[in-house]
């Protein structure tokens, strides 16, 4: 990708976005930080889709200010959590060495990943892959890094939701691929192109309530 093209300015634009300081991610409405419903929907979906293995190791893309990995960690996964945001991941190492809790944390792009081949058990991502200028590399780069075996997770609010408008405002969301949410089928065809099989759709029931109907969708690399 050329430093000076379009997709770079618009990637360089999402950055400074979440490097801002000033924004308050923990206290926005619909992300579930300190919601039981998540943790269980989350922890639970994952845990049954890694039951067989011990110790799993996990990459979280774009883990934010830690809640996903955090929850893995505390069920016993091997995390290592990435973002591109250092504001977000310093927010999230304070967390972890609050709790006491090893969690590996690096900035990284969730669209070009530094790790080699087939190095975790899982990769999961949540909230992340409507903020991405180009979501189908990204879903890419996860399945390289995935094990044999192993399962990429994710989610995505449904069609009209808005997301993107709801975090960057007009000019910023409405260039998102994703920025609006998607149906189901058109991330089951990603994560199909992408290599994955077994392509399961989840709709979070429990989460109807919220600003946000939302699509959990994982599936398997052989």
């Keep these: 990708m050329e430093l000076n093209s379009p997709q770079s300015e618009l990637k360089n634009r999402i950055k400074k976005w979440w490097d801002d300081p000033t924004q308050?991610?923990?206290?926005?409405?619909?992300?579930?930080?300190?919601s039981e419903i998540e943790k269980e929907l989350w922890g639970n979906e994952i845990l049954?889709?890694?039951?067989?293995?011990?110790?799993p190791k996990i990459l979280d893309i774009g883990s934010g200010t830690g809640f996903l990995a955090l929850l893995l960690a505390r069920m016993g996964c091997e995390i290592t959590a990435v973002d591109w945001s250092m504001t977000m991941m310093?927010?999230?190492?304070?967390?972890?060495?609050?709790?006491?809790i090893p969690i590996q944390f690096k900035v990284q792009d969730?669209?070009?990943?530094?790790?080699?081949?087939a190095s975790f058990d899982a990769?999961?991502?949540?909230?992340?892959?409507?903020?991405?200028?180009?979501?189908?590399?990204?879903?890419?780069e996860w399945v390289r890094v995935t094990k044999p075996g192993g399962f990429v997770i994710t989610d995505i609010p449904r069609i009209g939701s808005h997301s993107g408008k709801h975090h960057y405002g007009d000019g910023l969301?409405?260039?998102?691929?994703?920025?609006n949410g998607a149906e189901p089928e058109e991330i089951a065809t990603i994560f199909k192109e992408a290599g994955l099989s077994d392509v399961n759709i989840k709709i979070m029931e429990k989460q109807k309530e919220q600003h946000r109907k939302t699509i959990l969708i994982y599936g398997e690399k052989r």
């Design 24 to 34: 308050d991610y923990d206290g926005f409405i619909g992300h579930g930080v300190n």
């Design 48 to 55: 049954h889709l890694l039951r067989y293995i011990q110790n």
């Design 90 to 100: 310093q927010k999230a190492k304070e967390k972890a060495k609050a709790a006491q």
């Design 123 to 140: 990769v999961v991502s949540r909230h992340v892959l409507w903020t991405l200028s180009n979501p189908s590399k990204a879903v890419r």
């Design 110 to 117: 969730a669209e070009d990943l530094t790790f080699q081949d």
């Design 173 to 179: 969301g409405e260039q998102l691929p994703l920025g």
